[in-house]
């Protein structure tokens, strides 16, 4: 066999080779057909591909052709995403239903339509009968996210009305999403625990009258037990991860799915997939795993100056991952701040002191205001940056004690009031498939007989 797997890798070798010899652009190729490579535009903008009424990211302005960078702002549906977080703060509640109900229909709920809301949530919360042993424990997976994509695809099998793409019939798949997706992330991590971590899983009972963060803290807490205080913290995480324009990639591959007519189970499925890549929604783990190394190499954590030599040496290829990159910086959009990185580093900074991380989050703090020195100084880059939501998410994660493998299933979670918005949002008035051209750069060439190649 293993002779076998030998000959197999050597033949793939060159098969790959045979690839790299017949394939590859020059990149000047794009410049040259205007072709807007990553649907940007050449000032880094986007391409402007569709409208919406459900959330706009502002990051800059517009000025004789140049962009002219600007204080992030997000808002849902027209209100500030600040509004929403410190009306809950200061009515101590929480408030991520509320800021789903307002991303679905458009409107913020009445006492009486959100308690209606969060009732049918709860409804939902709970799984199919036999779900959990048929697409959670028979099929375990390394990776939380892959099995949030298949589970939501299995799910389809268990609708009586699947591909129907009626208003009422899209909330309602809408809904149930929504309300159990927590479950399947937390069943399908105690799975995973068990099967590849060799360490005991255990299935709390679904609390039907918990809110969406509570859900989640319970399930993943060996003794069920949290504080209102951790609760209202995720909450807080959740709401400013709900929602974040048409454009963002796993959205947009909502959209494009949508527009094909194709049911919300796929759709779904596929902007799971989308977030799970490292240049979106995994950029967390990997802002994390940069941290972890820093925090061994660096041996004072308050001199800034080993702090900085440090980040020079991550863009020198020589520190973290060799990658270049540090990671939790820059935004296609947002240029003089990330708003929801503003609203979790005030959030941090109320819960480290609790959580006797303190020091830990100096350093963060030391590294957001030193990476633009080091970006222009040893980079040689001119770009405005700041942190992004990737940048602090992990380390307010870490204070909550949630596990690394689930930083990023976190935000679908989140996400999925986002995702359903617009795909809802698309199926009643896109109208029209997604199709963007791609020019082919190859030759007419002839046909050669096989005897003759």
């Not at 990159?325 to 947002?334: C, N, Q, S, T």
Request: hydrophobic content about 35%.
């Amino acid at each position: 066999m293993t002779e076998a797997n030998g000959l197999f890798n050597d033949r793939l070798s060159e098969l790959c080779e045979e690839y790299r010899n017949n394939n590859g652009f020059n990149a000047s190729d794009y410049q040259t057909y205007g072709v807007k490579r990553g649907l940007r535009n050449p000032d880094g903008t986007g391409v402007m591909a569709g409208l919406t009424n459900i959330c706009n990211v502002h990051g800059f302005m517009m000025a004789d052709g140049e962009r002219i960078p600007d204080k992030g702002k997000l808002t849902y549906r027209g209100i500030d995403v600040n509004d929403i977080v410190n009306a809950c703060i200061s009515e101590n509640r929480f408030g991520y239903e509320e800021t789903a109900y307002l991303l679905l229909f458009g409107k913020l709920p009445t006492k009486a339509q959100l308690k209606n809301f969060e009732e049918i949530l709860g409804f939902y919360r709970e799984l199919p009968h036999d779900f959990t042993d048929d697409m959670i424990l028979k099929f375990p997976s390394r990776d939380i996210m892959n099995k949030l994509a298949h589970s939501v695809l299995g799910m389809y099998t268990l609708d009586d009305d699947p591909d129907n793409t009626s208003l009422e019939n899209l909330m309602r798949q809408s809904i149930h999403l929504m309300a159990c997706l927590p479950t399947i992330m937390t069943y399908a991590y105690q799975v995973k625990r068990r099967a590849f971590d060799r360490e005991s899983m255990f299935f709390h009972p679904v609390d039907l009258n918990l809110s969406a963060s509570e859900s989640i803290l319970r399930a993943l807490r060996p003794d069920m037990k949290f504080t209102d205080s951790e609760a209202k913290l995720l909450d807080l995480c959740m709401i400013v991860h709900a929602e974040h324009g048409g454009g963002n990639n796993s959205t947009f591959s909502t959209r494009v799915l949508s527009s094909s007519g194709t049911d919300t189970y796929s759709a779904i499925s596929a902007a799971i997939g989308s977030l799970k890549g490292p240049r979106h929604g995994g950029a967390n783990l990997r802002v994390r795993s940069m941290m972890n190394d820093m925090k061994e190499k660096v041996r004072d954590w308050s001199d800034e100056d080993e702090i900085y030599n440090y980040l020079a040496g991550v863009i020198r290829r020589e520190n973290a991952d060799k990658s270049g990159l540090i990671y939790g910086f820059g935004h296609a959009v947002y240029t003089l701040s990330d708003p929801r990185a503003v609203i979790l580093k005030r959030t941090a900074a109320k819960i480290a002191d609790e959580k006797d991380m303190n020091r830990e989050f100096e350093l963060y703090k030391s590294v957001e205001r030193l990476t633009p020195a080091v970006m222009r100084n040893v980079k040689g880059s001119s770009k405005v940056i700041c942190a992004n939501v990737d940048f602090y998410s992990g380390f307010v994660y870490d204070m909550l004690g949630i596990p690394s493998e689930m930083f990023t299933p976190l935000f679908a979670v989140s996400r999925m009031a986002g995702w359903c918005a617009h795909r809802v949002e698309e199926v009643t008035y896109g109208g029209r498939i997604i199709r963007p051209a791609y020019r082919s750069m190859v030759h007419a060439k002839e046909y050669q007989p096989i005897c003759d190649r």
